[in-house]
Each structure stands twice: as C-alpha cells, then as structure tokens.
C-alpha cells in the first residue's frame, strides 16, 4: 500500500509517516519500481502502535524503544507519565481558578488585572509575613473578592494569616458563604476546622445555616466552634452541642454562659436544666466533669437550678460539694434574675 493510502486510511499524514521513516521508527518494508514507498500490513499495524502509544503522552523516542527493547517494561514509564499528567492538570486547575477569580472580580482594564495578580501573588506566597501584608495592604483600588479570601482561609495554615483574612472576609460582603460551605465538606479536618472559624465570623441567616449542618460534623471541636457561634445567635438548636462541650471542655466556660443566655427563654429553659441533670447523673465517677455540669447549673437564670445545687452540696465529691454550697450561697445572696457567675 503506498503512502497516500496508508495517510488517508490511518488517518496519519503522509508528513508524520515520512518523519517516522525518517527516525526509523516505522520504515516501510518495501518500495515500488518507480521508488515510491509501500508499506505492508505489518508496517500498517506498527503506525497503528505508534499512535496508540502518542496518545498516552509518550515522545517518539520512548514509543521507538517501547517497541523494539524486548526487555522494556511499561510500569516505569507510564507511572512517570501519570505523575507529569497530574501536575500539568493542577497546573491548568491552578490556572482556570485564577482566570475565574479575575473575572468575578470585573476589572475595567488591564491595570486592574495586573494589580489583582499581585493580589493573587501576595497571597500565595510562601513567606507568611508576605501574606499577612498582601491581607493587611490589599491592591490599591482592587475590590477583594470574597470568594478568593475564603479560598485562602481554607488553605491558611498560619494562624497570624488565618485570623487577618477571616477579618477581611468579614467585611469584604459577597457571596463567600457558599465557598466555605464547599469547604465543610472537605475530606481534611483542617480545611472543615478554617471553615467553621470563618462561618463563624460571619452574619446572616445563610452562615447560620451553614454553622448549623456543622453541628453534625464529626470532629468534636468543629462542633464545638459551630455550637458557641449558634448560641452567641440565640439559636436553640445548639444546646445539645453546648452541653456536650460543657461535659468535654475545654470551652466549658463560654458554654455554659451561652446555656445561660438561652435559658432566659421559657421554653428551653426546662430542656436546658433536665440536660445538664442528667449528664450529671451519666458521670457518677468523673468529678472534673461534674465540677463543670454544676458551674454551669449556676449560669442558668433566677432560682431555676437552686434545688439541684442544694442537693449537689451534699455530694459525695468533696470538691462538687464545695462548689455547690458556694454557689448555693452566692445565688441565695442575690437578687431574682441574677446568676453567680463562674467561680472557678
């Protein structure tokens, strides 16, 4: 078969079929009498080879050794090639999101777009000083997109950085719950944990949302930082989670004083108190957590918790007994309404 039928059937160009010949790597086997090349099914089945092989990313010469080294093993090769296909693709990744993040920022010229790659440079870098400055001193006249400074919180390990782009994404507006919410789903803890630290930071009814799927999230101080934003916003559904942080620590403090808030409402004051009782009664031995259960009874408002202290005075536990009969003390020396605060 001559070369113009080879091209048109394989699809290979007579070009490429003579720069194969050329490199030796597919020589047609024999020549007409007028010199013109003819190649036989053999030399066909090998063009075929060769671009199966230029399809994996293979260059001409490992496709030439691929097929002539008898010993050649593929799994080498193609691991190299996978590695190299995986870093080129999260250079296009890379490249497409930082496409996108000039975009949704509108620039009107390309003075802006230059100053929102410095933007993007800053806040890449290395040098963690570098990324507080770039947070700190954004590009004059550049808005700061709220989903590139959620982006960046996700993956900010720095907790100097971390804490200056949460207060830049607090005030920045924009959509930038939607790029934390993604961020809760993350496989790693510590790209869930920056999200939750973040949503916390910010207001609306969207964040709220967003912090109150976090309640079910499975690491505790994830949790644990959803709960106390709730309860800061009066949202009941947190206590479970605020009292289970009261029977964990180490944030038992602000717990107990956000229990104490959101016992103020009628309706859950009597779920708050029956929840604290009965953690007292499932930790019969842990007096460290019964300490904790009984400062917490005394945050909650009035005289509501004054009977179970009374009785928490004559504990077995010297030191929950002390703490109550101090607290018992205080709340009876005070006016209706009032709660003794936290004793230590």
Do not use: C
């Amino acid at each position: 078969m001559l070369i113009g039928e080879v091209a048109r059937r394989s699809g290979v160009s007579a070009r490429m079929l003579r720069h194969y010949d050329s490199l030796g790597l597919v020589r047609p086997t024999g020549r007409t009498v007028g010199g013109y090349r003819e190649y036989s099914p053999e030399d066909i089945r090998r063009i075929f080879h060769v671009e199966g092989l230029r399809s994996l990313g293979l260059s001409l010469s490992q496709i030439g050794r691929a097929l002539d080294d008898l010993e050649f093993t593929p799994s080498a090769l193609v691991g190299h090639l996978i590695r190299k296909t995986e870093e080129r693709l999260n250079r296009e990744r890379e490249l497409l999101e930082r496409l996108r993040t000039v975009d949704a920022a509108e620039p009107s010229g390309w003075p802006d777009v230059l100053r929102i790659v410095e933007l993007l440079h800053g806040l890449g870098s290395q040098s963690a000083d570098r990324r507080l400055r770039t947070v700190l001193a954004p590009a004059e006249d550049v808005p700061v997109s709220a989903a590139l400074l959620a982006e960046a919180v996700l993956t900010e390990s720095d907790p100097n950085v971390a804490g200056a782009l949460r207060w830049a994404l607090a005030r920045a507006g924009g959509d930038a719950v939607a790029s934390l919410a993604s961020g809760m789903t993350s496989e790693e803890v510590d790209v869930r944990r920056r999200a939750v630290l973040a949503l916390a930071e910010l207001s609306g009814d969207e964040a709220t949302a967003a912090l109150t799927d976090a309640l079910e999230d499975a690491d505790t101080t994830i949790r644990t930082r959803a709960a106390l934003a709730l309860g800061a916003r009066g949202v009941p559904l947190a206590v479970p989670a605020l009292v289970g942080t009261v029977v964990e620590g180490p944030n038992d403090v602000e717990a107990a004083e956000l229990l104490g808030t959101l016992a103020r409402d009628a309706q859950w004051a009597d779920r708050i108190l029956s929840a604290l009782v009965d953690e007292l009664a499932a930790h019969t031995a842990d007096s460290a957590v019964r300490r904790r259960l009984t400062q917490a009874l005394a945050e909650l408002p009035g005289t509501i918790a004054l009977d179970i202290l009374r009785h928490l005075a004559d504990d077995d536990d010297r030191a929950v007994a002390l703490l109550a009969s101090a607290l018992v003390e205080t709340l009876e020396e005070q006016p209706e309404g009032n709660s003794p605060g936290h004793l230590g």
